[in-house]
């Protein structure tokens, strides 16, 4: 038996740093939107402050991430960001529900909200999350940091909004557009929020990832070497956001090359697939072969 792994690159300081900035300017939005009385502005900052959870939940995890594995966590702490990702939904659940009930009783009873305010504060936010945005980009690209961007977009929209909200009182003292655009950022608040609660448990029910097809990996693992008679028993699923495993059964023809046919599986699996950590299970073609445990049809030569 074999395998092959690598660790994660540290992400800490990227995360840290847009932690910062986007902390630091929900605060303001909150203060701003208490002060201007704008609910747009209050869900914006909501959503930024989420987002700054989020980020922190993420360098906490790049943090723990690099624990090495221990008797009683073979794998190490490298889930941790996932559950993390899954309490983070949560909270943002509640965010929105709270927003929602905040706007419904300003659309029965609208409040006066002080436009020119929430322009100024809101165009300060669009800045900030494009600098947040960048840092994020130029960093390292994990699932963790690639789902961090679409929260900093969800934030450019929602403080687009909220401009949107403070120039249009400014000009036609139409009130009833704050709550009504505060309505628009739950919506991107659910949008983003919903897709990592899927990717989270779909990783934490270790499933295959979604960019990856097991057959086509099979076949593609039955052709890396003349020796390869059939692969069984193939297994696909991720540690963790930038970590993807795979465990297999490979039915040789001839158990002296079996150290060629390692190299092949690790190089094609690596470089076409981005798979870090293989255990893979040598077997010779005269040996009985289980039927598979995920049910799939072995992949090989039919011979």
């Not at 995360?15 to 914006?44: K, R, Y």
């Not at 790049?62 to 939904?89: D, H, K, Q, W």
């Not at 929602?100 to 305010?117: D, K, L, N, Y």
Request: glycine share 8%; with cysteine; aromatic share 4%.
């Amino acid at each position: 038996m074999a395998h092959d792994h690598k660790h994660p690159a540290d992400s800490r300081k990227t995360l840290l740093l847009a932690l910062c900035i986007t902390g630091g300017f929900a605060v303001v939005e909150l203060v701003g939107g208490l002060l201007a009385n704008s609910l747009a502005l209050i869900g914006d900052a909501g959503h930024m402050a989420t987002d700054a959870l989020a980020l922190g939940l993420g360098a906490l995890a790049a943090a723990i991430s690099r624990i090495g594995a221990t008797a009683r966590y073979s794998y190490g702490l490298r889930r941790a960001e996932v559950l993390g990702a899954f309490i983070n939904v949560l909270f943002m659940f509640g965010v929105v529900v709270w927003i929602v009930i905040e706007a419904i009783e300003r659309v029965q009873e609208p409040v006066t909200v002080a436009g020119p305010t929430v322009m100024v504060i809101a165009a300060i936010g669009l800045i900030i999350n494009l600098v947040v945005f960048r840092i994020l980009h130029a960093g390292e690209q994990t699932l963790n940091t690639r789902g961090a961007l679409l929260h900093v977009l969800g934030d450019l929209l929602g403080s687009v909004a909220a401009l949107g909200a403070g120039l249009i009182v400014w000009l036609t003292d139409w009130m009833l557009i704050d709550p009504l655009l505060s309505l628009l950022v739950c919506g991107l608040i659910l949008l983003s929020s919903t897709r990592v609660l899927l990717d989270s448990v779909h990783v934490m029910m270790e499933g295959v990832p979604p960019e990856l097809s097991l057959s086509d990996v099979g076949e593609s693992m039955a052709g890396a070497h003349p020796d390869i008679m059939q692969i069984h028993d193939l297994h696909i699923w991720r540690l963790s956001s930038d970590m993807t495993a795979l465990s297999a059964h490979v039915v040789l023809r001839e158990s002296s090359r079996w150290p060629d046919v390692l190299n092949d599986l690790r190089t094609r699996l690596h470089t076409q697939y981005g798979i870090s950590h293989i255990t893979i299970q040598p077997e010779m073609a005269d040996e009985q072969i289980v039927v598979p445990a995920n049910d799939l049809p072995p992949m090989g030569r039919n011979e």
